[in-house]
C-alpha cells in the first residue's frame, strides 16, 4: 500500500517518511488485529459466562430436588428417633438430653441450654443409656448414627466405601 502511494503520488517521498508511514501502517494492523482477538475472547468468555449460569441453574434445582427427597426421609428418621425413645420410655428430659447429644453437644453445653447443672445433665443421660442399654455417650450416638454415616452392603455383595 505505501509502495502504491509512493508510485502513484509521483512526488519523492523521503525514508524519514516512508519508514513513518510503515510504522503507522504497522501500528494500524497492529491494533487491528488486537482488537479482534479481544472481541473473540469476550464472545467466548460470555459463552462460558453463559454455560456457567445455565450449569448453575441446573445445579439449583437439582439442589432443590435432593434436599426435598433428603427432607422426607429426615422426617421418617426423626419420627423413627422419636418412636425409639418411646420405646424405651424416656422421660421428656431424657428425650431433650438425648436429641442434644447427638446434635453433638457435651453435657456442659446441654446444661448451658437447659439451664440445669452438667450433673443433672450426666444423671439424665446415664439413665437413659440404661433404658437403651448402651454403655455411653459413643454408643447411644452410633446406635442412631451408624447406619447414617455407613451404608450396610449394597445387594450386590459389594462393601460401600467406609471412611475410616
Same mark, same amino acid.
Given at each position: 500500500m505505501l509502495a502504491l502511494e509512493w508510485a502513484t503520488e509521483g512526488e519523492d517521498i523521503g525514508l524519514f517518511d516512508f519508514l513513518v508511514d +510503515?510504522?503507522?501502517?504497522?501500528?494500524l494492523i497492529t491494533t487491528s488485529v488486537i482488537a479482534s482477538?479481544?472481541?473473540i475472547e469476550v464472545?467466548?468468555? /460470555?459463552?462460558? /459466562?453463559?454455560? #456457567? !449460569?445455565?450449569?448453575? @441453574?441446573?445445579?439449583?434445582?437439582?439442589?432443590? @430436588?435432593? /434436599?426435598?427427597r433428603a427432607e422426607n426421609q429426615l422426617d421418617q428418621y426423626r419420627q423413627a428417633i422419636v418412636e425409639q425413645f418411646d420405646e424405651w420410655e424416656a422421660t421428656d428430659a431424657e428425650r431433650d438430653v438425648g436429641q442434644l447429644i447427638l446434635r453433638g453437644l457435651s453435657h456442659k453445653e446441654i446444661a448451658r441450654l437447659r439451664n440445669t447443672?452438667?450433673?443433672? !445433665?450426666r444423671q439424665q443421660a446415664q439413665s437413659l443409656y440404661r433404658k437403651a442399654n448402651m454403655p455411653n455417650k459413643g454408643?447411644?450416638?452410633? %446406635?442412631?448414627?451408624?447406619? !447414617?454415616? %455407613? +451404608?450396610?452392603?449394597?445387594?450386590?455383595? @459389594?462393601?460401600? #466405601? /467406609?471412611?475410616?
Open positions: +510503515a510504522l503507522t501502517l504497522v501500528l482477538l479481544a472481541a464472545k467466548e468468555e /460470555r459463552a462460558d /459466562r453463559l454455560a #456457567l !449460569v445455565s450449569d448453575l @441453574e441446573r445445579a439449583k434445582k437439582e439442589g432443590a @430436588e435432593w /434436599r426435598r447443672s452438667e450433673a443433672t !445433665v454408643a447411644f450416638s452410633a %446406635y442412631f448414627l451408624d447406619d !447414617v454415616l %455407613y +451404608a450396610p452392603p449394597t445387594t450386590d455383595g @459389594e462393601q460401600p #466405601l /467406609r471412611v475410616s
